[in-house]
């Protein structure tokens, strides 16, 4: 079993729909969370951390379930521009801070 | 700009060439990391340092691979004798004061 699970996708959605992306996360210990972004070719880029609040930036709110170990995103009014692969990922921290990501996500956004 | 310069950004090899990249974090932060990510997959784990000291090395580095932080400031990651399964994507990391971890644009490598 992966140690973060993601539907992979693709989502393919038109401009201004809501998406909701789902990750579930199987060690228990782990203490960090964040949505990270990834285009084409590129590098993963930080699009938010999770809190067990839940935290907003924008038009995108994450969510954290210690509980059920899950963890969600939702892009509301999508835009061409989000089309991506997002990667749901986690760390146990504890002094360094090693990533433990998920396969992905991939969204389309059509016009 | 997330302050990680990679080098080089594309490496073409035959397999069982040796292959070293390097990773600059433009500037000083205690801990940078290397990830490798394949195809379809996400970026994986691989080795870390604290300063100069490489402190965890995942199972996935292999005896051909081989990765050096001298004066803890740039990196290198050096593979030998490459094989084709060693095409990917390397990624070299910093984090600064958060949790949070900054990727450079990484080394694409791939093996004939």
């Known amino acids: 079993r992966k140690e973060v699970e993601q539907d992979p996708g693709p989502f393919n959605v038109p401009e201004g729909a809501t998406v909701a992306f789902n990750c579930t996360y199987s060690?228990?210990?782990?203490?960090?969370f964040f949505w990270y972004r990834q285009d084409c070719r590129k590098e993963p880029k930080l699009l938010m951390s999770v809190y067990s609040s839940g935290n907003e930036d924008g038009r995108f709110t994450a969510q954290l379930n210690r509980a059920s170990q899950y963890i969600s995103l939702l892009i509301r009014d999508s835009k061409l521009s989000d089309s991506a692969t997002y990667l749901c990922?986690?760390?146990?921290?504890?002094?360094?801070?090693?990533?433990?990501f998920g396969a992905g996500t991939r969204l389309a956004v059509h016009p | 700009d997330t302050g990680v310069s990679q080098n080089p950004r594309h490496k073409i090899t035959k397999r069982g060439q040796n292959v070293t990249f390097r990773c600059d974090p433009i500037s000083e932060h205690n801990r940078l990391y290397w990830y490798r990510q394949t195809l379809g997959q996400g970026p994986e784990f691989l080795t870390y340092f604290q300063n100069e000291a490489q402190l965890e090395k995942s199972r996935l580095l292999s005896d051909r691979f081989s990765a050096e932080r001298p004066k803890g400031s740039f990196s290198t990651l050096e593979i030998q004798r490459t094989e084709q399964g060693d095409s990917a994507m390397y990624l070299c990391?910093?984090?600064?004061?958060?949790?949070?971890?900054?990727f450079g644009p990484g080394t694409r490598l791939t093996v004939l």
């Open positions: 990922v986690v760390s146990l921290s504890g002094g360094y801070n090693k990533l433990i």
């Open positions: 990391a910093k984090d600064r004061l958060t949790d949070t971890q900054y």
């Open positions: 060690n228990s210990a782990s203490q960090s």
